[in-house]
Structures are given as structure tokens and as C-alpha cells.
């Protein structure tokens, strides 16, 4: 019987999800709620929902039980708006992820896919400011797609892009939606615990493999 340990992932295309995977994006997500909050009117919350919204917003459900009564719409208009432009200026990578990408990157295509609504020239100057983009020649955004993971359009576009057999590709992501949105696009799927998922919320999705952070997978990756 094969151990986690002993399982190995034959690929020709990585996917790589942004936040959480690459980088960390707890900063943001915090200060992307503050402001919200103090357009609301309100200077105190507690600071556990600060993981809590994003991951609701991500499978597209309801938060209005978590912002005291303010106006749902107008308080996503200031949080997005916020989130949006944080990561330009506070944003970091992961530690050692640039090593970990050099190496990826000469096993299989790296391609990110990302469910941010931004042009992807941000998502790549944001890149280029953490010294990543040289590993990337293709960057989905939630821009280039009608439809958000956990729909599959954005995993079967990179795979188009990187004419690379669905089969043959990985999707490596710290979210339930990345998870869903490779196994409806029939590729390999990997869970990472660098993001604001626990291995709880993961383990259902059923993932070929869940590890700590994307430093692991080169040993998993069968060359």
C-alpha cells in the first residue's frame, strides 16, 4: 500500500493559485476589512472574520451575519476596492518560493491562475516586484473567464494555452476551489496548507495530495 510519502505526480503543466500559494495575502485581507468596516462606521470586529470573508466571498456566500447590519453591497465595494490595490504595496512571497519555482520550472510549464478581478498586467507587475513573473508565461485572472472557480474554465484555459493535455496538468492551491475547479477539469489537484484553508476544510474535497506549502511538491512531482 502506497504512503502519502511514496506518491508521486506525473505532469507536464503546473497551475498555481496566487493567494496563499505563492503569496501571503493575510495583510491584505485585513486591511481590506478595516476599511470596510470604518466606511460602515464601525472601528472594532474581530479580527477572526479577517479569514472568515474571503473564504465565504470565494465559494460565493452569504457574509451579512458577519458585518454588524452595514449595507452588504456597499461594504464589498470598499472591501474589494482595498483588496485590490494592497497587494502592489504590501504584498510578500511565501518563503523560498522563488527556489522552489526555478526548480518547478525546469520539470513542466508554470502557468497562475487567479480568481483576483484584475487585468493581468497587475497580477504581473506584482510579479515582477517580488522577482517571480520570469517563471510564468501565462497568467489567468477572474477577468479572462465569464465564470470563477470553482467553475473549470479558467484550469481548461491554461491547459489550452500550455497545449497540454488536461490529464497531464496539476492545479497546487490552499483553496476548496481550486480543488473543485481541477477535478471538474479532470487534472491532478493539490491542497497546500499556506493559506487560510485547514486540512479539515480540504480533506473532503478529496485532493491528490494535501502538504504544508508549494516548497513540498517538487518531491511529489515523478521526473
Known amino acids: 500500500m ?10 507536464r503543466g503546473i497551475m498555481l493559485d496566487l493567494d496563499g500559494t505563492i503569496v501571503d495575502s493575510k495583510k491584505a485581507y485585513l486591511k481590506a476589512l478595516k476599511a470596510a468596516f470604518n466606511a460602515a462606521g464601525e472601528e472594532t470586529f474581530n479580527l477572526e472574520i479577517a479569514i472568515e470573508i474571503p ?5 460565493r456566500l452569504p457574509i451579512n451575519d458577519m458585518i454588524k447590519g452595514a449595507d452588504s453591497q456597499r461594504f ?3 472591501y474589494l476596492k482595498t483588496y485590490y490595490a494592497v497587494p ?10 522563488s527556489e522552489t519555482l526555478k526548480d518547478l ?9 487567479t480568481q483576483r478581478r484584475v487585468p493581468k498586467e497587475k497580477v504581473i507587475e506584482e510579479l515582477e516586484n517580488l522577482g517571480l513573473a520570469k517563471y510564468f508565461e501565462i497568467v489567468v485572472t477572474g477577468l479572462d473567464t465569464e465564470h470563477p472557480k470553482p467553475s473549470p474554465d479558467a484550469v481548461i484555459k491554461c491547459a489550452e494555452k500550455m497545449n497540454v493535455p488536461l490529464c497531464e496538468c496539476v492545479i497546487i492551491g490552499d483553496s476548496v476551489v481550486d480543488i473543485k475547479a481541477g477535478k471538474l477539469a479532470g487534472a491532478k489537484t493539490v491542497a497546500v496548507l499556506s493559506g487560510i484553508y485547514t486540512r479539515e476544510e480540504l480533506e473532503p474535497e478529496k485532493p ?11 518531491k511529489f512531482l515523478d521526473t
Open 76 to 78: 464589498l465595494e470598499v
Open 105 to 113: 520550472s525546469q520539470k513542466a510549464e508554470l502557468a497562475l491562475i
Open 2 to 11: 502506497k504512503t502519502l510519502r511514496d506518491k508521486k505526480l506525473k505532469v
Open 55 to 59: 473564504k465565504r466571498l470565494e465559494q
Open 88 to 97: 502592489l504595496l504590501r504584498t510578500d512571497s511565501l518563503p523560498q518560493i
Open 208 to 218: 491528490d495530495l494535501i502538504i504544508q506549502n508549494i516548497n513540498e511538491f517538487p
